[in-house]
């Protein structure tokens, strides 16, 4: 079994900050790529920033510059750093992990239950 702890939701006003953290847990052999997703009331869910086991980032256009995404591989650990937020990034978070339980089983893609981030006077 594979569990994504996801912490550091919260409220925080505009042009504040959060860091949201992520930890693969479990039988995992090996994880390729993390990241975050973001789900917000009505709207789909879409990549907010994505990291490979070789520290490759890819971001969203909307969140480039002010969102930072960073990772810790012998924790299996993700960390995103949310600057200058505004409340259009107001939404759900989830966190994302794709890797492998043993090394011959099949890639598949993991997730987190979710955290909220709320951006508001």
């Known amino acids: 079994q594979v569990q994504l702890v996801e912490s550091g939701g919260g409220l925080v006003q505009p042009g504040g900050s959060l860091r949201l953290s992520c930890e693969a847990l479990?039988?995992?052999?090996?994880?390729?790529?993390m990241g975050w997703y973001r789900q917000a009331p009505g709207k789909q869910r879409e990549l907010v920033a994505a990291?490979?086991?070789?520290?490759?980032?890819d971001y969203a256009d909307t969140v480039k510059g002010r969102f930072t995404l960073s990772r810790d591989n012998a924790k299996n650990t993700v960390y995103l750093q949310m600057n200058s937020l505004k409340p259009e990034d107001t939404a759900v978070y989830y966190c994302?992990?794709?890797?492998?339980?043993?090394?011959?089983?099949?890639?598949?893609?993991?997730w987190g239950q979710g955290t909220q981030v709320t951006v508001s006077s």
């Open positions: 479990g039988s995992i052999f090996r994880v390729n790529a």
């Open positions: 994302n992990a794709r890797g492998k339980t043993t090394p011959l089983s099949s890639s598949r893609d993991y």
């Open positions: 990291i490979t086991s070789g520290s490759t980032t």
